[in-house]
């Protein structure tokens, strides 16, 4: 997670934080399915380049009423996927786990030096299918990535987390910093609650 001086915002209702705190548990959640004694991770890569007109994503967005981000995240979910029917067949049918940052930018920080995002997993849909139905299970995976109350969740997190705890090393450092977090927001919003009553 990164982030430099974010300017506060309203703080979203409890209903919404306990909706955003449950998705960031269930995408924290271990994903032991890509790994293989057979398939060890390596520091060997193998990069491979395209390119293709910018109005082909474009339109192909348009057209399955998704993102740009999203078809390219379902273009890397297809090539992952028929790679894994040829090479590694135990994977072919499996979701693919991938970190996206998510943009917590409000309209007024446009254009303003800094990060001012959360990093967090999705799991792209993985298997044989077509195009399109890959297309609209990616958008339904990012959807809440998009929702503005649930970056205004992201957003409290960022800036409700003491600085020398922002960067966990260990798996309990990240359960310690959640747990810290979530108790934090919903205190925060339960107060908040009361107030306006």
């Known amino acids: 997670m990164l982030a430099r001086d974010l300017s506060p915002t309203a703080k979203p209702p409890l209903r919404q934080v306990l909706r955003s705190t449950a998705t960031l548990l269930r995408r924290m959640r271990r ?6 004694p057979a398939h060890p991770p390596t520091h060997r890569r ?4 395209t390119q293709a007109p910018t109005a082909w994503p474009r339109a192909a967005a348009r057209a399955g009423g998704a993102s740009t981000n999203d078809v390219f995240l379902t273009a890397l979910a297809a090539a992952i996927a028929e790679w894994a029917g ?13 970190m996206v940052p998510v943009s917590l930018r409000t309209p007024e920080e446009v254009g303003v030096p800094g990060n001012r995002l959360f ?12 195009a399109g139905e890959r297309l609209e299970r990616t958008r339904v995976v990012t959807a809440d990535l998009k929702s503005a109350d649930h970056k205004a969740v992201l957003r409290l997190a960022l800036t409700d987390v003491e600085p ?3 960067e966990p090393t260990t798996a309990s450092d990240t359960t310690s910093l959640l747990r810290a977090l979530v108790t934090s927001l919903v205190q925060r919003s339960t107060t908040a609650a009361v107030r306006r009553k």
């Open 119 to 130: 990093l967090t997993r999705i799991d792209l849909p993985g298997g044989t299918m077509p």
């Open 86 to 98: 040829t090479s590694w067949p135990g994977a072919a049918d499996v979701a693919i786990p991938v």
């Open 31 to 36: 994903h032991r399915l890509w790994r293989s």
């Open 164 to 166: 020398a705890r922002t």
């Open 46 to 49: 193998h990069t491979v380049w």
